[in-house]
Every structure is written in structure tokens, then in C-alpha cells.
């Protein structure tokens, strides 16, 4: 099975409060945690905000280092808030990896045409820059995150992965209506130290529901401290690369 995130295969687009901590004890780790990772200091971040970035066409992209014109990139799209600063993307892409990926960031202000917009956006890279239309991973954190889990059980042949950080399971209903061409499809859910009880509840849930409907989920809680998210970030760059590196298999 492949997944292609192309004009030829498109299909149109289709038009709580936390509280408290629980325990981890119900994930099932299919990575091991990385060897080690930076803390993330405001130096980090100053160095981030000065490179890697670009705007084409209003979109916000990550070039990675040492662009070569003749390798198809994968590539990692970032839902996000409206709100959110632009710089972000460059913080983030460079916390996972600053070679590996192509990036872009894209502002959901409108969930009902998120389809539309990722559509469109892929689009106008693909028409400037080399990207494996089998390599695109939808990711998002908290709001962001739910949407990004919700737009990929909606639409399993566009991507290779989705990544739910500190996510909420999606309110819509029938999520796994296509569940035959789910089965198969990789999907990583992460947590930090932070999350309240609704959220790890929920992943909990997605987890096993997921699993249930032969999808492969990896779900990964990182430890407390400044350095939690370069942890996540950086456990999600082995995903993506196992991904990558093996074969897709449909149970």
C-alpha cells in the first residue's frame, strides 16, 4: 500500500478543562527513548528565528540545510493556530531535524476547509520544490493536534503518518469510516508532563482504538523539565525515519 499526497490521486476535498495527573502506565512504547537531547534555551531559540525559514506564496516553509534540488523530500505539515508567530516553524523543524525535511506551517482558521487548504498549499511547493508525494506527515499540537488526527482518519491516502501531541480525540463522528484503508496507516500520540487528566485519557482511548482498527500507533510520554518538547520532537523524528526505512504493512 502507498500513500501519494498528489494532484493525480486527490480525491476533492470534503466540503474541556484539565485537571490533575495520571499515570502512564497504559502506553505501549514501540520506540525506545533517544540516547540523549539538548535543553532548549532561549539561545536555541534566538538561533532558530534567524535561519531555515522562507514565505512563498503567503505560505511559511522550512528549507533544510544544504537543500539539494535533486532528492524528493519528505515533507512534515504543522497545523496551527492563526495566533500563533511564524517563527515557531523554525524552532520546531530544527528541534526534530535541520536536514531531513522540508516543512511548512498551516494556520487552520477555518476547520471546515482545512482539506482545501492543505490541497492548495501543497500545491505551490510541489511547484517550486522536489517533495516525495509518499513522505508527507500531518502534525499538530494540542487543538492543532485533534485536527490533525481528525483530517488524517478522513483522509488516510494522503499521508504517511500523522503525529498528535497533547491531543484530544477529535469530537467528530465516524472517524474510522474508511477504516479499510486505515488499516495499516501509522500514527504516533504524544504526551508531557503537563497534560491534565481529559487529555491523557483520550490518547489512552485513541490508542486502543486505533490499534483496534490495525493501525500502527506509537504512543510516547516524555519526561518533565524545559526539555520535554525537544524530547517529543526528537522521538518524532524516529518515527518519521522508521517510517521512512520500513515498508508499510497492512495487518
Request: contains cysteine; hydrophobic residues 35%; proline residues 5%.
Amino acid at each position: 500500500m502507498t500513500t501519494r499526497f498528489s494532484s493525480e490521486s486527490f480525491e476533492g476535498p470534503q466540503t474541556r478543562t484539565d485537571s490533575g495527573k495520571i499515570g502512564y502506565d497504559g502506553f505501549i512504547p514501540d520506540l525506545s527513548p533517544s540516547a540523549g537531547y539538548d535543553v532548549l534555551t532561549t539561545h536555541v531559540l534566538d538561533d532558530a528565528a534567524r535561519c531555515g525559514i522562507s514565505t512563498i506564496d503567503s505560505d511559511e516553509v522550512f528549507i533544510p540545510e544544504n537543500y539539494e534540488a535533486n532528492y524528493a523530500y519528505p515533507l512534515l505539515v504543522w497545523l496551527t493556530s492563526p495566533a500563533q508567530p511564524k517563527m515557531r516553524l523554525s524552532m520546531l523543524m530544527q528541534m526534530v531535524s535541520e536536514r531531513n525535511y522540508f516543512g511548512v506551517s498551516v494556520p487552520v482558521a477555518d476547520s471546515d476547509q482545512i482539506e482545501t487548504q492543505l490541497f492548495e498549499t501543497f500545491g505551490r511547493l510541489r511547484r517550486r520544490f522536489h517533495l516525495n508525494t509518499e513522505r508527507v506527515y500531518l502534525i499538530g499540537f494540542g487543538e492543532s493536534g485533534s485536527q490533525a488526527l481528525e483530517t488524517g482518519l478522513s483522509q488516510p491516502g494522503w499521508f504517511g503518518g500523522v503525529a498528535a501531541l497533547s491531543a484530544g480525540w477529535p469530537e467528530r463522528p465516524h472517524l474510522l469510516a474508511r477504516f479499510r484503508e486505515l488499516r495499516g496507516k501509522r500514527v504516533l500520540l504524544g504526551i508531557d508532563d503537563r497534560d491534565g487528566v481529559s487529555i491523557v485519557s483520550d490518547v489512552l482511548y485513541a490508542q486502543q482504538l486505533l490499534r483496534s482498527a490495525g493501525m500502527h500507533v506509537t504512543a510516547l510520554a516524555s519526561g518533565a523539565g524545559p526539555e520535554r518538547y525537544r524530547s517529543l520532537l526528537r522521538e518524532l523524528d524516529r518515527w518519521v525515519m522508521q517510517g521512512i526505512e520500513q515498508p508499510e504493512l497492512v495487518c
